[in-house]
C-alpha cells in the first residue's frame, strides 16, 4: 500500500473508531430499553414473537433499500441483534 493510501486509509478507520462509539451508546440505549420490556413479560414464552422479528426484519429490509444499503448487510446485523437481545431477555427473566 502507497503511503498515500496509508494515510487515507488511517483517517476513513478513525471516522469508523467515531462512529463505533457512538454505536455503543445507542446499543447501551437500546439494552436499557430491553431491560424495561423484560420487565412487563410475566411468561418466558413471551420473549420470542416470532411475528414481530418477521416484521423488524421486512421494515429494516425496506429502510436498508431505500437508503441504498445491501439489506443482506442490515439482515444479518438486526438478526443478530435480535437474538443476542432474547438470549439476554431470557438471562434476565431467569433472574426475576
Same mark, same amino acid.
Given at each position: 500500500m502507497s503511503?498515500?493510501?496509508?494515510?487515507k486509509l488511517?483517517?476513513?478507520?478513525k !471516522?469508523? #473508531?467515531?462512529?463505533?462509539?457512538k454505536l455503543? #451508546?445507542?446499543?447501551?440505549?437500546?439494552?436499557a430499553l430491553?431491560?424495561e420490556v423484560?420487565?412487563?413479560? =410475566?411468561? !418466558?414464552?413471551d420473549?420470542v #414473537?416470532?411475528?414481530?422479528?418477521s416484521? *423488524?426484519?421486512?421494515k429494516i429490509?425496506?429502510?436498508? *433499500?431505500?437508503?441504498? *444499503? #445491501?439489506?443482506? *448487510?442490515? !439482515?444479518?446485523?438486526w438478526r443478530?441483534?435480535?437474538?443476542?437481545y432474547i438470549?439476554y =431477555? !431470557?438471562?434476565?427473566?431467569?433472574?426475576?
Amino acid at each position: 500500500m502507497s503511503p498515500k493510501n496509508k494515510k487515507k486509509l488511517n483517517i476513513v478507520r478513525k !471516522k469508523l #473508531d467515531l462512529l463505533d462509539n457512538k454505536l455503543i #451508546d445507542l446499543i447501551k440505549t437500546r439494552t436499557a430499553l430491553v431491560e424495561e420490556v423484560v420487565k412487563l413479560k =410475566e411468561h !418466558k414464552k413471551d420473549i420470542v #414473537d416470532k411475528k414481530r422479528i418477521s416484521a *423488524i426484519l421486512k421494515k429494516i429490509k425496506h429502510k436498508s *433499500i431505500k437508503k441504498k *444499503i #445491501d439489506p443482506s *448487510i442490515t !439482515k444479518r446485523i438486526w438478526r443478530n441483534m435480535i437474538w443476542s437481545y432474547i438470549n439476554y =431477555e !431470557k438471562k434476565i427473566f431467569n433472574k426475576k
